[in-house]
């Protein structure tokens, strides 16, 4: 990891992200239900919570490609979805978001010259290069990404975000359906990302056990922010041996809560909650 | 709606830096990769540039006998094949774009949509000159297509034609959420033109609403430009009027494209 260079640590006192009464409405759904929160720079933070729990549109909001975006939104310091932050970001979708029909280093080659099309030839392959070692796929750069496996695809999408010297790396799931060899390279990938270079990291997961591996965590449930700490202040305030019975455990006294609070407010809203609960339960092996 | 609202048209709103309106190296590396994904492709490629020339010489053929309505017919032809293909091939492939999650990303990256719809047009652009310029060669000089103006008209014609097939392929993929759809926009969009272009029958034949209405239908003009080459040794007012034409609804439907794409999406 040579060229990384360190964010200039004068420009960013602003935290990564920070967010009031965000709210985010998809059709007739409201996802997001006015969350406030801080992401802080330089460090690993885990959005953590069940499978349709609003992760990836509070992601997109974050990357500016969310639309209905209302309340306050700001990133590296400016509004999400400025201009500016284009460059200062990586994102890599749920889905491997790259082309089939060319090969990783086309593709790489390509998005490198979107990037940052001043740069020298040989500065740009050199680039793509050190992404290509960052997430193991060297030996594979001249094959189709459309022939490659699942977890070879994702990675070639990381690959992509890595490209430059992003200062916020929002990477949705990205470790999803990988082995636990790889899995474990690219968490020392993402620590010394985040150390070496002073970038923060915002990794959704939905696999509990990622979140130990976090510095601070975000554990999300139904639009909303159950609990923003680190895995340890979690664990202790919880009484809980692992992130996961914390999460399991914040979730039922909120449900306990909500129960007290309006025994006749019966929206469907409960009934998605209780039915995303046991899918985390599912998911949380 | 509070303080600082990311307004939801936020793209327009401020103006960017790292993307300019039309940025010449975010263009080409687009083009170049447009072609490349071709490249990986014979097959479509082989398809683009073979099947115009296998409809000439089987319409060469299928009038034998009457070898003034092969130089109609197939002058017409010559602009109207770059339309078809590049409008297929347009369709399928931003639409591709759009579903994959890449245009997703592009858009959150320093991209400028000029740079992305340039690029695209650039890349199908020289597909269709390479195209085109097949067709002709072969209607010109070995199918014996009789042409009184200079070829290399036609292929200016043939040229515009393709861009504007680009151009309307692009701006019908937003419209389509599927492969399956997007194919069935040929029929839609491209057909009727074809009924009512003059390939058939003169247009001044037509019923006068129907007259009226191949008035505004772009790709009577180019048909009508290939008549004109067809017609008369040099370049004519009504020659350079349909060109201008055709260009200027390209670039229309170009924009229109531009603004159905979205860096906010639902």
């Not at chain 1, 990794?203 to 159950?226: K, N, P």
Request: proline fraction near 5%; hydrophobic fraction near 45%.
């Amino acid at each position: 990891m040579m060229n990384y260079v360190a964010d200039p640590p004068g420009t960013g006192r602003e935290p990564a992200v920070h967010a009031e009464n965000l709210t985010v409405v998809r059709g007739p759904r409201t996802v997001l239900h006015s969350l406030d929160f801080t992401v802080p720079r330089g460090q690993i933070t885990g959005l953590l919570g069940p499978s349709g729990c609003g992760k990836s549109t509070l992601m997109r909001s974050i990357v500016g490609t969310q639309a209905k975006v209302t309340g306050t939104l700001d990133v590296l310091g400016r509004p999400a979805g400025h201009p500016t932050l284009r460059t200062r970001i990586g994102y890599v979708t749920q889905a491997p978001s790259v082309y089939d029909d060319l090969t990783i280093r086309q593709n790489l080659d390509y998005f490198a010259a979107i990037l940052d099309p001043g740069r020298s030839g040989t500065d740009r392959r050199q680039d793509v290069e050190r992404v290509l070692t960052d997430v193991d796929l060297t030996s594979h750069a001249d094959s189709l990404a459309g022939n490659l496996s699942g977890g070879q695809r994702s990675r070639v999408s990381l690959a992509v975000a890595l490209l430059g010297t992003p200062e916020l790396l929002v990477l949705d799931e990205p470790t999803v359906g990988l082995d636990p060899v790889l899995r474990r390279d690219l968490w020392t990938l993402f620590h010394a990302i985040a150390a070496d270079r002073g970038a923060t990291l915002l990794i959704s997961s939905h696999v509990m056990d990622e979140a130990e591996r976090c510095h601070r965590l975000l554990l999300m449930r139904a639009g909303e922010i159950l609990a923003d700490d680190t895995p340890e202040a979690l664990r202790t305030r919880t009484a809980t041996e692992t992130v996961e019975a914390a999460f399991l455990h914040l979730v039922d006294e909120a449900s306990a809560a909500a129960r007290d609070d309006s025994r006749e407010n019966s929206r469907d809203d409960s009934g998605d909650g209780s039915r995303e609960n046991s899918r985390a339960k599912e998911n949380t092996r | 709606m509070s303080t600082t609202t990311t307004a939801p048209t936020g793209t327009a709103a401020p103006k960017p830096a790292p993307t300019g309106a039309l940025n010449a190296a975010r263009t080409l590396a687009t083009a170049t990769r447009v072609l490349r994904q071709l490249r990986h492709d014979p097959r479509t490629i082989a398809m683009l540039i073979l099947i115009p020339c296998v409809m000439l010489f089987l319409l060469r053929y299928v009038f034998d006998g009457s070898p003034r309505t092969f130089d109609n017919i197939g002058a017409s032809l010559l602009g109207i094949f770059p339309l078809i293909t590049m409008f297929l091939v347009t369709s399928i492939a931003t639409l591709r774009e759009r579903t994959s999650g890449t245009l997703e990303r592009l858009l959150a990256m320093p991209l400028g949509k000029a740079d992305l719809i340039a690029g695209y047009a650039l890349a199908f652009g020289a597909l269709a000159i390479v195209q085109s310029a097949l067709a002709t060669g072969l209607a010109v000089w070995f199918l014996g297509l009789d042409v009184t103006g200079s070829p290399w008209l036609l292929l200016l014609v043939a040229l515009l034609d393709a861009l504007l097939g680009t151009a309307l392929g692009l701006f019908v993929s937003a419209f389509a959420s599927s492969e399956f759809q997007a194919v069935q926009f040929m029929p839609a969009v491209i057909f009727p033109q074809l009924l009512l272009c003059g390939l058939f029958t003169p247009r001044s034949n037509m019923h006068p609403a129907l007259e009226a209405v191949s008035d505004v239908l772009p790709m009577s003009y180019a048909v009508d430009g290939m008549n004109e080459v067809l017609k008369h040794t040099d370049m004519t007012a009504t020659f350079v009027r349909d060109a201008l034409i055709v260009a200027g609804c390209a670039l229309l439907v170009l924009c229109l494209g531009a603004a159905t794409l979205r860096r906010r999406t639902a």
